[in-house]
């Protein structure tokens, strides 16, 4: 790179063997900003002398071109800071959305669980504990997504992007009752999980209830049968002892 590209020098002292060389050189500087410094009072602007003679000069960098110059780095800064929490508030917006069809979602599970059947009943509560499952998850990405947002906006508003200050502050808020909610949700998961449970050990209860109601019916029926086959036995006997029986004279 050359001396009179680099943005961080505003001074260059250039030594040159001959004037071509010396008018190459101011050209191309002044189109970025540089000047030749005058020489001092008493002494010659450019020394020529014989063709093995140099000529030094100094360069130095207009007063505009540096006051254009901070601005523009101030401006590319304050643009790349804007851009960044951009997209840092675009992911929030996302994983809010997200959040809400989460929210919605557990909301019309717990309504459903209200007024399951017995057949439906465990199936109902593990379907709540999987969309409070989502939601608490959903909720950490959204908090995520929102302490990434206000870390990107509290640095465009460091460099002067004051418009996100409002946002800013409007998330900060947000945060901490999203905290609060989280951990709300963690505490009912935990119910939620012995719900679950307690659901599914009725549900086995149940089953085994009906099992061996079934087996009771079954033992219950091959006792009648076989009292009925007793007593059918029984008759047929007491009629054969009643054939039996001395003919009164």
Partial sequence: MAWYDDPSKTEFVGTYANEK?????????????WT????????????????KSKITVTFVRREDWLV?????????????????ADEKEARHVKAADELARAEEIF????????????????????????????????????LRAKDEAIKEMDAAV?????????????????REVEAARLEAELSLLASQEQVTKAARDWRDSGDKRLAAEEQLAKRVADFELKDAALLEKIHVRDNLLAAMAPVAR
Wanted: glycine share 4%; hydrophobic share 45%.
């Fill in 36 to 51: 030749i410094q005058p020489a001092p009072e008493g002494e010659d602007e450019l020394v020529i002398g014989a063709p």
């Fill in 21 to 33: 060389q010396l008018v190459w050189d101011a050209d191309a500087a002044s189109k970025r900003g």
């Fill in 107 to 142: 909301a019309a599970r717990v309504e459903a669980v209200a007024t399951a059947s017995d057949a439906l009943r465990e199936q109902s509560e593990k379907d709540v504990l999987s969309a409070l499952k989502d939601v608490i998850a959903r909720r950490r990405d959204a």
């Fill in 158 to 174: 460091s460099v002067g992007a004051s418009e996100f200050a409002r946002s800013m502050a409007m998330l900060t808020r947000e």
């Fill in 68 to 84: 254009n110059r901070k601005l523009e780095i101030a401006t590319t800064m304050r643009d790349s800071a804007a851009h960044a």
